[in-house]
């Protein structure tokens, strides 16, 4: 296999990402005498991420078309609280209440979507304008009080899955990547082989306390069929070719006003999904939920190896973005630490993984 072969399919920057995570954990393992790295903690930890990660596989799709959504956190709250009304105001069913939050998500993304495409207003100014909209019709809709819907409905948020079940989902994941493994030469299986190992010692985790979390399994078959949408189809490789050179994506004859409308649109059902899912976990919907997620989701894409110029950026990397920032948060907030000192950490790794792609992308052109 050639060098170049080996340059595409070993994720190098994902390694380091993993390498840094290992030292984050281990700081944090030493710094709380262990607790950090008990089952329940990591149970908890991986809830947290849930929602940002929702958000940061759709999020990587926007960027890679060369685009941003700076709506996504509010348009979520806004999702969630509607979702909560339906349930709890409306006295629809439970059906009722998870679909027509994302059938509305798809509809306020699309809006999104063709003002950017058609009217050529920039994206950055029409999801200001949207979250600016979004927040205000949160404290309209909900009046300033929490809305809290019944157990049911909590299932999405708080719930595990069966033990039995996370060992037989964990199997199969790891069969296919050692499926995987077995089809590369060289170093290149050895990726495959860690992903393997690091699935059955999830599982052994999670099983270990109280199970996978339900929000955890949403994010993984999200981010497995957003894989698959991104690398496997000619919707993927088009959000790609236009964010990485819209002109001669234009002059291939690839529709771009159509991808970025349907990107906006993917953008806004993930903003509902995330949504259902938040208001689940916490188990009431307020005014201010989703305030600031749009930064988190935009940091863990980012952080994860999403170029902001565009046509770069894998959907794994930024559920391990997520699940840096999320640690972060969690261990600073073991150790007790001043709050404040936590968004500084993470505008400090985000200022640096931008640097980072910057400067390799200068190394590329030379």
Known sequence: MSEAKLRVRIPWRALSMVGSLIAIWIAFSITTDGTFVTPRNLTLLARQMSVTSILAVGMVMVIVAGQIDLSVGAL????GASSAMIYVSLGWPLPAAFILPLLLGAVLGFVQGTLVA???????????????????CILGLTGGVSISPARPYLFVGQAYVPHTLGW??????????????????????????????????????????????????????LATVFTVLAKHTRFGRHLYAIGGNREASFYSGISIDRHLIAVFTLMGVMAGIAGVVLTARVG??????????ELDAIAAAVIGGTSLLGGQGTIWGALLGALVMASLDNGMSLMNTESFWQPIIKGIILILAVGIDMASRKTRGH
Do not use: H
């Open 118 to 136: 058609r009217l050529r207003i920039p994206p950055f100014i029409v999801t200001l304008g949207g979250m600016l909209i979004f927040q205000g």
């Open 168 to 221: 037989a989902g964990a199997g199969v994941l790891c069969v296919g990547l050692l499926y995987k493994a077995a089809r590369a030469t060289g170093t290149a299986r050895y990726p495959w082989i860690g992903l393997a190992v690091f699935s059955l010692a999830f599982a052994a985790l999670m099983n270990s306390y109280e199970g996978v979390p339900f929000p955890v399994l949403v994010v993984l078959v």
């Open 76 to 79: 979520a709250g806004l999702l």
């Open 284 to 293: 009431s919907a307020t005014s201010d939920a989703g305030r600031m997620m």
